[in-house]
Nanobody, 121 residues
Framework: QVQLVESGGGLVQAGGSLRLSCSAS????????MGWYRQAPGKQRELVAI???????NYAASVKGRFTISGESDKKTVYLAMNSLKPEDTAVYYC???????????????WGQGTQVTVSS
């Protein structure tokens, strides 16, 4: 079974910084895309940033220039550095990996349990 575990959330004042981490465990053949999503109360889950194994990163317009996604597929780890945080960044942040468990399997989505980020004004 594949599990994704996030860490690094918390409470921070506006203008501050946080760094989220997500590590995957289990049998994984290849990670195609690593990413972060978030869901604020009463809102739908939205893309924050993605890091394809090949190709360039992509960010939501609301976080571009403030957040940086990085990762190491061979270490099954992805990070999200968040700077200049704003109260509107408050949400539960979820790690996502699109991966294949073996050479014969198709790509599947896996999600972490979520980590709360709260930005006070």
């Amino acid at each position: 079974q594949v599990q994704l575990v996030e860490s690094g959330g918390g409470l921070v004042q506006a203008g501050g910084s946080l760094r989220l981490s997500c590590s995957a465990s289990g049998s994984i053949f290849r990670i195609n895309v690593m990413g972060w999503y978030r869901q604020a109360p009463g809102k739908q889950r939205e893309l924050v940033a993605i890091l394809p194994s090949s190709g360039s990163t992509n960010y939501a317009a609301s976080v571009k220039g403030r957040f940086t996604i990085s990762g190491e597929s061979d270490k099954k780890t992805v990070y999200l550095a968040m700077n200049s945080l704003k109260p509107e960044d408050t949400a539960v942040y979820y790690c996502n990996m699109k991966l294949r468990r073996n050479a014969f399997s198709t790509q599947s989505d896996y999600w972490g349990q979520g980590t709360q980020v709260t930005v006070s004004s």
